[in-house]
């Protein structure tokens, strides 16, 4: 069995770039999206399938961090979070596990579809949650 891989090729559908999410996205969003999709592992269906076209085995597990985003492609925290809080609040992308550093953990993201809906009455609201933690010793406010 040879060992999965990343596909060499991004297929981004016509009904994607012409949807109202995606002309709405702005600042690295839609970049940030397209190295998302650059991460999916294609696998044939097999002879015997009467599917021709190629299965995303990994569509629900993908890890992209902060650290590879600054390292590979030059993105600050700020515009990757700010990409990321995009894509999830159009319906392009799900957190399926939320990570952070104080965990020690990645978050797993995951292609959602949930883009199609957009700016209908149908269209699921999503937020990635803020973590209000507090490091050290600090006097309340009050």
Request: charge should be positive; include cysteine; proline fraction near 3%.
């Amino acid at each position: 069995m040879p060992a999965k891989k990343y596909c060499p090729i991004i297929v981004v559908e016509k009904e994607l770039l012409k949807s109202k999410a995606w002309l709405s996205l702005g600042g690295k969003a839609t970049q940030v999206y397209l190295l998302f999709l650059t991460r999916r592992i294609m696998e044939n269906p097999g002879k015997k399938s009467h599917k021709r076209t190629p299965v995303c085995t990994n569509a629900k597990k993908l890890i992209f961090t902060y650290s590879e985003a600054k390292n590979k492609f030059g993105l600050t925290k700020r515009k990757f979070g700010g990409a990321i809080d995009a894509l999830i609040d159009k319906g392009f992308i799900d957190i399926i596990k939320q990570g952070g550093t104080l965990s020690q953990s990645v978050s797993e993201y995951g292609i959602s579809e949930r883009w199609k809906k957009y700016g209908t009455k149908d269209f699921k609201e999503t937020h990635r949650k803020k973590r209000m933690v507090e490091v050290g010793f600090c006097l309340k406010k009050k």
